[in-house]
C-alpha cells in the first residue's frame, strides 16, 4: 500500500504529460462563440455612402452569411477574393457589416476591390459586433431560417473553411 | 495567416489611446468606482493577458463604454456581467464562475491543503509509533575494534 | 564563418553531454576512478564549447550579420549597442543557448567546487546534468538552431520589440534562468541519491548551497520581471498572474519549501523522500515552465502563433526528465526512510507546516494557470482564469504560513514548547497590533485587509528580531557577551533572519498597495494636477527624435506645499519600424513611495492625458525581494558550506595512516 502512494506523482506527471500532448494539437487562438444557437441580436444599421442599410428582420426567414469587415483589415483583403464568390457557391445571400470604420474609407475599399455583399450595415460604434460576441476582423457567421446563429469563423475564409465548414452546414440549414 | 489577422489586431490596439480615458468617467463616483470594480474582472480579449480597466485597446474602451452605459440604466454588477457573457462567454470574466466544470478549480488546492495535512499528521503518528530508531548498544568486541579503527585514523 | 563555429561547438557539446551521461554513471557503478573523474573534464569542456556558441552568436549580433536568421528576426543596424547585445537572448533560439550556457557553467561549477564530494556521488550528479544538457542540445540543434543562415541575406533586420529595449528587462532572463537552471543541480543531486540508493545529513550539507544559489537568482529574477512590467507597461500593474509570470513563481514556491525541508534533513535525518521528491518537482516546474512559454499551449486568445513541432520536442524530454525520475522514486524511495522522530509541535513540525502551505500554493498557482487546458482538452466551456482567482485562492493559503514564521525558529528540534515560544512572541505580537491601530486611526481611507496585512508584516518582522535577541541573549546578558555572540552566530543564522525579514518588507509593500491614489485627467500645457499633496504641472510637450523612434516628451514640474520636488519627462514613443507606440513612464522614489506619471496621447489640439499615480512602499515589493535574495546570500556564504576543506584533510590523514 505504502508502494503505491510513491507512484503517486508518477501517475499525476503522466496525466499531465497526456493533457500537454492534447493540447498541442488544439488551436488556443480561437474563441468559440458564446452565440451559437442563440438568435441572432436585431439591428437597424445605415447603409454605407448612399446605399441602403441593414436590418435584421430584413432576412429573417432565409439562411443568411454575415461578414463583419473592415476597410482598414489587412486580413480582410485576403478573404476578398473568396467572398466575391461565395454567395454565388453557396447559394444564400451575403451581407456585410463595416465594423469601426468611415462610411468613406469603406466606400473605397469595396470600388477598389469589388462589393461581394447583398446588403452593407455601418456599425460605427461597433456596438452590433459586440453584441454578436465580434472580438476582431474578419469574422463571418451563419443565420438560419429561424434567425439562429449556428457558425462562427474567425479570421479569413479559405476554400477548405467554405468547403468543409460552411457548405455542408449551409446545405443541411437550407434543405430543412 | 493567423500572424497576420493578429498582427492587425494587435496594430489596432498599440495605435489607439488609452485605458479609462477621462472623458469615459462617469459623473457619479459610487457608479464610477462599480464600474472600475467590474471592468477589472472583464479580460481584454484582444491583448495578452489584461483586464479591460488596464489595456488600451479599442475593443476594450468600447466595452468600458458599454459597461457604463449598463450600469447607468441600472443593471446590478451580475446583470453587467452576465451582459457580456452571454456575448463572449465565461472567457471574459477573469474570476470563473463557481459552477460544476470548475469545482476542481475552485476547491482543489484545499483539497490538497486537507490531503496534505492528513498525510502529515499519518506521517507523524506513524513514526512516532514505529520501533525504537536508536541504534542497539555495541557489544565489547565491536567497541574494541571501534577504538583500533579510531587510533589508525589519527583524527 | 564564425557562425559555423558555433553551431560546430553545440554539436561537440552534445556528444560530449552524451559522453558524460554514460561514462561517469558506468564508473560510479563500477567504483572505477578514473571513468568517474572524466565527468569533470567533459563537464568543464562542454562549458568551454558553449561559451564559444554564445560568442559566435554575440559576434553576430554585435556585428549586425543579417545573413543569420535569427539576427534576421530580432535585430536591426540603429539599434544601440547594448540591446543588440541583450538581443542575443530576447528571443527563443538565443534564450535556449544562454539556458544551455548556465546548464553548463552548473556542471562545470560542480566539477570545479564539488572536489569535496565523494567521487561516486560527483560522478553521477554530472552524469544527471549531462542527460539533461543532451536534451537540451538536440533541441536546439534540431529545433531552434540559431545559426541557421538566410541566403540571400536581407539587408536590414525587422528590428525586436521596442518594450524588450530596456535594461530591466535585458538583465532579468540570466538571473531567472540562474535560477530554473540552478535548481537542475539539486534535481541532478536528487536523482543521484535515488540511483545510489542513499540520502544522509551529508547529502543535505552538499545540496544546500547550489539550491541556495538557484534560490537567490530566481527571487532577484522575477522581482526584477515584476519591477520591470511595473514602470514598462505603464498601469502601475506588478503582478498579473500571468502564465509566464506563474512559470517562474511556481518552482520559487516549491523551491522555497525544498530549502527549508533539506535543513531538517541534514539536521534530523527525517523527511528525506519528501525532500528527494521535491528536488524533483522543483526542476520539473521549470521545465513545464519552459513548456507552457514555448510550445503554445498556453496563449491568452490572440497571442503569436507558436510552433507546435517545438512543443512536441520539449513534452519528449520532460516525459523522460521528469517521467524517469518520478519512477526511480517510486521504486527506491520506500527504502530510503529517515530515523528521525518529531513531535508535531517542534522546529521540524513546522518546517512540515511551512512545505504543506508553499506546496499547496504552489498546487493552486498550478491549477489556476493549468485549468483552461484541462477544461478544453475533456471538451468544457472555454474559461479563463485571472488576478481575482490567485490574489483570492493564494491569499487565503499563504496566509497562515505567515502568522506560523516567526514561531518555527522559536521551537525546538523533536520537541518544541509552543507556550515558551509564544511568551516571547509578545512582543512581536504587540508590534503588530500598534501598527495596526496606527494605521487604522491615522491612515484614510480605512481599509481593513491592508490594516490587517501590515500589521502581519510587523508580526513577522519583530518575529524575526525576537529570535535572533535570543540567540544573543539581548538584554538578558552583558552587552559585550551579546556582541561576541552576534559575532560568533554562523552567518546562516543571519541569513535566515534577514530573508525573513525581506518577507516582512515585501508583506508591507504589497499591503500598501490598497493606500494608492491616482488621477488620470485631460490638461493642456500650464495646467496641474493634485495627488497626495504633491502638484503636478505640465509645462510643455515638445517632441523629440530617439535612434530608432519618435517622440512627445511632457516636462512635468512636481512641487509640494509650494517647493520644488523635482521635474519629470514622461514620453509617449512610436518606433516606426514595428509601427508601434508605447509609454516611456518616469517614476520619481523616495524608497517609502513612488510618484509615477505617463504621458498618454494626446488629441493634436494641444491637450495630453496625463496619468499620475501615488503609490505608497511599492518599492517595498522589490526591496523586500532583494533584502530576501541578500539573506540567501549570507546564508550561502556560510564557512560550513565548505566541507571539502574538513573532507580533505581527513582523506589526507587516512592516507598517511594507510601508507604505514
Known amino acids: 500500500m505504502r508502494r503505491l502512494i510513491y507512484l503517486l506523482p508518477a501517475a499525476a506527471f503522466t496525466a499531465l504529460a497526456i493533457y500537454f500532448f492534447v493540447s498541442l494539437s488544439r488551436d488556443p487562438s480561437v474563441l468559440p462563440s458564446a452565440m451559437i444557437d442563440q438568435p441572432a441580436p436585431s439591428f437597424t444599421l445605415a447603409g454605407v455612402g448612399d446605399q441602403p442599410g441593414l436590418a435584421r428582420n430584413e432576412f429573417a426567414g432565409q439562411v443568411v452569411l454575415i461578414n463583419f469587415f473592415a476597410s482598414w483589415c489587412v486580413p480582410c483583403r485576403v478573404e476578398h477574393p473568396l467572398l466575391m464568390n461565395v454567395s454565388r457557391e453557396l447559394g444564400v445571400p451575403l451581407y456585410g457589416i463595416d465594423y469601426k470604420d468611415k462610411p468613406e474609407d469603406a466606400g473605397k475599399f469595396l470600388s477598389e476591390l469589388g462589393n461581394p455583399y447583398g446588403r452593407i450595415g455601418a456599425d460605427r460604434d461597433g456596438r452590433v459586433g459586440i453584441d454578436f460576441g465580434v472580438y476582431g476582423v474578419p469574422e463571418t457567421y451563419v443565420i438560419d431560417k429561424a434567425g439562429r446563429i449556428r457558425l462562427r469563423h474567425v479570421g479569413p475564409l479559405t476554400p477548405a473553411d467554405v468547403a468543409k465548414e460552411l457548405a455542408p452546414l449551409v446545405k443541411a440549414l437550407k434543405g430543412s | ?155 | 564563418m564564425i557562425a559555423e563555429l558555433g553551431h560546430f561547438a553545440l554539436a561537440l557539446a552534445l556528444v560530449l553531454a552524451i559522453v558524460q551521461s554514460v561514462v561517469p554513471l558506468y564508473g560510479a557503478s563500477r567504483g572505477e576512478p578514473g571513468l568517474m573523474a572524466l565527468g569533470g573534464s567533459t563537464a568543464i569542456g562542454q562549458f568551454a564549447l558553449v561559451v564559444l556558441a554564445f560568442a559566435a552568436l554575440a559576434h553576430a549580433y554585435v556585428t549586425s550579420d543579417f545573413s543569420l536568421a535569427t539576427v534576421a528576426e530580432n535585430s536591426q543596424s540603429t539599434k544601440p549597442l547594448l540591446y543588440k547585445i541583450t538581443g542575443v537572448w530576447s528571443n527563443h533560439e538565443g534564450s535556449m543557448l544562454l539556458w544551455v550556457l548556465i546548464l553548463t557553467l552548473f556542471g562545470a561549477a560542480v566539477a570545479w567546487f564539488g572536489t569535496g564530494l565523494p567521487p561516486d556521488l560527483r560522478a553521477r550528479v554530472l552524469a544527471v546534468q549531462g542527460m539533461i544538457g543532451a536534451g537540451f542540445f538536440a533541441f536546439i540543434l534540431f529545433t531552434s538552431n540559431p545559426f541557421l543562415r538566410l541566403s540571400p541575406a536581407p539587408p536590414d533586420g525587422s528590428g525586436m520589440n521596442p518594450l524588450l529595449q530596456d535594461l530591466g528587462l535585458a538583465i532579468h532572463p540570466p538571473f531567472l534562468y540562474l535560477g530554473y537552471v540552478g535548481f537542475s543541480v539539486s534535481f541532478s543531486f536528487a536523482v543521484a541519491a535515488l540511483i545510489e540508493g542513499r540520502v544522509d545529513a551529508a547529502w543535505a550539507r552538499w545540496v544546500r548551497p547550489w539550491t541556495l544559489a538557484a534560490w537567490c537568482a530566481l527571487t532577484v529574477g522575477i522581482a526584477l520581471g515584476s519591477w520591470w512590467a511595473y514602470y514598462t507597461l505603464g498601469w502601475g500593474g506588478w503582478w498579473y498572474w500571468d502564465p509566464v509570470e506563474n512559470a517562474s513563481f511556481m518552482p520559487w514556491l516549491v523551491g522555497t519549501a525544498l530549502l527549508h525541508s533539506a535543513i531538517v534533513v541534514e539536521r534530523r535525518d527525517a523527511l528525506k523522500t519528501w525532500t528527494i521528491l521535491l528536488a524533483i518537482v522543483t526542476f520539473a516546474l521549470s521545465l513545464i515552465g519552459t513548456f507552457l512559454v514555448r510550445s503554445g499551449v498556453l496563449t491568452s486568445v490572440h497571442a503569436f502563433a507558436q510552433d507546435p513541432s517545438r512543443g512536441a520536442f520539449i513534452l519528449l524530454l520532460l516525459v523522460i526528465a521528469i517521467g524517469g525520475p518520478l519512477i526511480l522514486y517510486a521504486a527506491r524511495a520506500p527504502s530510503l526512510q529517515g530515523g528521525g522522530i518529531f513531535a508535531p509541535i517542534s522546529r521540524e513540525g513546522a518546517l512540515v507546516l511551512n512545505n504543506l502551505l508553499l506546496t499547496t500554493a504552489a498546487a493552486t498557482v498550478v491549477f489556476g494557470t493549468l485549468y483552461p487546458i484541462f477544461l478544453d482538452v475533456v471538451g468544457g466551456d472555454k474559461i479563463s482564469i485571472g488576478p481575482p482567482y490567485f490574489s483570492l485562492v493564494f491569499g487565503i493559503l499563504i496566509s497562515p504560513l505567515l502568522i506560523a514564521m516567526p514561531f518555527g525558529p522559536l521551537l525546538g528540534w523533536k520537541r518544541g514548547d509552543l507556550l515558551a515560544a509564544s511568551q516571547r512572541l509578545i512582543v512581536a505580537l504587540g508590534a503588530a497590533i500598534a501598527v495596526a491601530l496606527a494605521v487604522l486611526l491615522f491612515v484614510r481611507p480605512a481599509a481593513v485587509l491592508a490594516t490587517l496585512g501590515l500589521g502581519l508584516a510587523a508580526w513577522i518582522a519583530v518575529g524575526s528580531l525576537v529570535e535572533w535577541s535570543e540567540r544573543v541573549q539581548l538584554f538578558r546578558i552583558r552587552f559585550g557577551d551579546t556582541l561576541a555572540r552576534a559575532r560568533h552566530l554562523p552567518r546562516a543564522a543571519y541569513g535566515m533572519t534577514i530573508a525573513h525579514l525581506g518577507v516582512a518588507v515585501t508583506v508591507a509593500g504589497i499591503a500598501a498597495s490598497a493606500w494608492a491614489s491616482e488621477r488620470i485627467e485631460r490638461v493642456h500645457a500650464g495646467d496641474s494636477i493634485s495627488i497626495a499633496g504633491y502638484d503636478l504641472r505640465l509645462d510643455k510637450v515638445e517632441p523629440v527624435e530617439g535612434p530608432n523612434y519618435t517622440a512627445q516628451r511632457g516636462t512635468v514640474t512636481v512641487t509640494r506645499g509650494g517647493a520644488l520636488v523635482t521635474v519629470m519627462h514622461p514620453e509617449s514613443r512610436f518606433f516606426p519600424v514595428q509601427q508601434m507606440s508605447t509609454t516611456f513612464t518616469t517614476i520619481r522614489t523616495d524608497l517609502l513611495s513612488d510618484l509615477y506619471v505617463v504621458l498618454a496621447d494626446g488629441d493634436g489640439q494641444g491637450a495630453w492625458t496625463l496619468r499620475v499615480y501615488e503609490k505608497p512602499l511599492v518599492p517595498w515589493i522589490w526591496l523586500g525581494c532583494g533584502v530576501m535574495a541578500l539573506g540567501g546570500l549570507f546564508s550561502l556564504s556560510d564557512r560550513r558550506w565548505r566541507v571539502g576543506a574538513a573532507v580533505r584533510r581527513a582523506r589526507a590523514a587516512a592516507g598517511a595512516a594507510a601508507d604505514d
Open chain 2, 1 to 155: 495567416m493567423k500572424a497576420i489577422v493578429l498582427a492587425a489586431m494587435l496594430g489596432l490596439a498599440a495605435a489607439s489611446a488609452l485605458a479609462v480615458e477621462p472623458g469615459e468617467r462617469l459623473a457619479d463616483p459610487a457608479l464610477e468606482a462599480r464600474a472600475r470594480a467590474l471592468s477589472a474582472e472583464l479580460r481584454c480579449l484582444v491583448c495578452q493577458n489584461q483586464s479591460i480597466d488596464d489595456s488600451s485597446a479599442d475593443l476594450a474602451h468600447d466595452l468600458r463604454v458599454l459597461l457604463r452605459q449598463r450600469l447607468t440604466a441600472g443593471d446590478t454588477d451580475a446583470q453587467v456581467l452576465q451582459f457580456m457573457v452571454r456575448r463572449y462567454g465565461d472567457f471574459i470574466l477573469l474570476k470563473p464562475p463557481v459552477q460544476p466544470d470548475t469545482y476542481l478549480l475552485w476547491f482543489g488546492p484545499f483539497a490538497v491543503l486537507a490531503l496534505g495535512a492528513a498525510g502529515a499528521a499519518i506521517y507523524l503518528r506513524r513514526s512516532r509509533r514505529g520501533p525504537d530508531r536508536a541504534p542497539a548498544p555495541l557489544s565489547a568486541e565491536e567497541r574494541r575494534k571501534l577504538d583500533k579503527l579510531l587510533a589508525e585514523d589519527g583524527a
